[in-house]
């Protein structure tokens, strides 16, 4: 069964500390996306990447990071984690490509992160 | 960016049809229309998308209408596991090879009836 795997379902952090989200697809994706959910406010986009290496903001990409140094892994960073940053964390990919089947995206279960 | 517009919330008795409105009037001719869900502490899942022509698959069929500019996803026989939040989006394209990303409002949140 092909899955998009999130390390942690649940994490609680300090305000300041440094915080990774990791993502794993078994699917040979070639792009990858964060999103946040947040009540009221439904998914946001945070970054994604249509490549190895490379990488695009999305709609709130502030006080974020992301690597994607390997095809199958896509994390988020939060350099210093805020209070404002406790939220669902959600990670996706699709296989890419212009047939209309190819941008179906596969979501993992969710990070919930608190930050106290 | 084509934007969707969905209700709040919905009912719908156990056994009968769910039929979920969607406006998508500012769509463009190349643009997918897909349809997720997301049931409680999950992350969402996809259910089918569509272009011009009406759709159906093994979970559900999708009704566009002839200008684009609605669409309605029909759950033919909702059970109570069909309860969930349910998102209407539709395709952005980021460039040339297709490549795209694809914008969540808040959806419609279902709820099925005993």
């Known amino acids: 069964d092909v899955k998009v795997t999130q390390s942690s379902r649940y994490l609680v952090k300090r305000t300041g500390e440094k915080v990774f989200l990791e993502c794993v697809q078994d699917?040979?994706?070639?792009?990858m996306f964060w999103y946040r959910q947040d009540p009221g406010l439904g998914l946001r986009l945070i970054y994604f990447?249509?490549?190895?290496?490379?990488?695009e903001k999305g709609d709130i990409p502030e006080g974020y990071s992301v690597s994607r140094e390997k095809k199958e892994r896509f994390s988020l960073i939060l350099e210093s984690a805020s209070t404002n940053q406790t939220s669902m964390y959600l990670c996706?990919?699709?296989?890419?490509?212009?047939?209309?089947?190819?941008?179906?995206?596969?979501f993992g279960a969710g990070s919930r992160l608190t930050v106290l | 960016d084509a934007k969707t517009t969905q209700p709040t919330s919905m009912d719908c008795a156990e056994g009968r049809a769910a039929n979920l409105p969607c406006n998508h009037s500012?769509?463009?001719?190349?643009?997918?229309v897909y349809w997720y869900r997301q049931i409680h502490s999950q992350g969402p899942q996809y259910i089918i998308h569509?272009?011009?022509n009406n759709e159906t698959n093994e979970m559900a069929s999708l009704i566009i209408t002839e200008d684009r500019k609605s669409s309605t996803l029909i759950l033919p026989h909702a059970t109570l596991r069909d309860t969930a939040v349910y998102y209407c989006?539709?395709?952005?394209?980021?460039?040339?090879?297709?490549?795209?990303?694809?914008?969540f409002g808040t959806g419609t949140r279902l709820t099925i009836i005993p």
């Open positions: 996706a990919s699709s296989s890419g490509g212009q047939s209309s089947g190819a941008n179906v995206l596969t």
């Open positions: 699917m040979d994706h070639e792009n």
């Open positions: 990447s249509y490549d190895v290496k490379m990488k």
């Open positions: 500012t769509i463009s001719g190349n643009e997918y």
């Open positions: 569509g272009l011009k």
């Open positions: 989006i539709v395709r952005v394209p980021l460039d040339l090879i297709g490549n795209e990303k694809l914008t």
